[in-house]
T-cell receptor, first 112, second 112 residues
Framework: KAGVTQTPRYLIKTRGQQVTLSCSPI?????VSWYQQTPGQGLQFLFE???????NKGNFPGRFSGRQFSNSRSEMNVSTLELGDSALYLC???????????FGEGSWLTVV | GESVGLHLPTLSVQEGDNSIINCAYS??????FIWYKQESGKGPQFIID?????DKRQGQRVTVLLNKTVKHLSLQIAATQPGDSAVYFC???????????FGTGTRLKVLA
């Protein structure tokens, strides 16, 4: 089985812009969650989707949003980018909520 | 906020020795725990998990121990190899929340 696939792997954006990151889960996995990883804060939970519904949400501002499609693929969007949004954004999938999650390689976002 | 802590941010171990990475979790309602390994530039990789109805689980060269009395989790790596060099995260899942809480990570350095 192919693993979790995230695109793009690397990107550079300017402050004030917006960005969309994409995640394709492992085949058959219906739960997709997103995490932000920075050296100072570690892995921070953003949100989790199951069957196109957001089931859980972390403590991030409304500039961070996401969605899940009927094929379980997911996107996250960050609007009005700030320098502090520079981070590795990780997507993870699992067969259903609460199971072991498997991570993709992440999307490295640099905001300049 | 809630967090899962690690006692040692960096652990240096001689090649061939055993490594022990510790983790203190905060919520007694957590019923599922996972260890992940993250190599530089990659996403976290699942190593081993344990449910709260167990106190020990063994994998290939790895053993996870769970002490619910003191809310402590450890990962033991036998005969540590250079390829084991990475950052190791523990995660707890609180029953009913489906939300993963990750520790800040411990960097394991294997010395030749």
């Amino acid at each position: 089985k192919a693993g979790v696939t995230q695109t793009p792997r690397y990107l550079i954006k300017t402050r004030g812009q917006q960005v969309t990151l994409s995640c394709s889960p492992i085949s058959g996995h219906r739960s997709v969650s997103w995490y932000q990883q920075t050296p100072g804060q570690g892995l921070q939970f953003l949100f989790e989707y199951f069957s196109e519904t957001q089931r859980n949400k972390g403590n991030f501002p409304g500039r961070f949003s996401g969605r899940q499609f009927s094929n379980s693929r997911s996107e996250m969007n960050v609007s009005t980018l700030e320098l502090g949004d520079s981070a590795l954004y990780l997507c993870a999938s699992s067969p259903r909520t609460g199971n072991t999650i498997y991570f993709g390689e992440g999307s490295w976002l640099t905001v300049v | 906020g809630e967090s899962v802590g690690l006692h040692l941010p960096t652990l240096s171990v001689q090649e061939g020795d055993n490594s022990i990475i510790n983790c203190a979790y905060s919520n007694s309602a957590s019923d599922y725990f996972i260890w992940y390994k993250q190599e530089s530039g990659k996403g976290p990789q699942f190593i081993i998990d344990i449910r709260s109805n167990m106190d020990k689980r063994q994998g290939q060269r790895v053993t996870v121990l769970l002490n619910k009395t003191v809310k402590h989790l450890s990962l033991q790596i036998a005969a540590t190899q250079p390829g084991d060099s990475a950052v190791y995260f523990c995660a707890e899942i609180i029953s009913g929340t489906y939300k993963y809480i990750f520790g800040t990570g411990t960097r394991l350095k294997v010395l030749a």
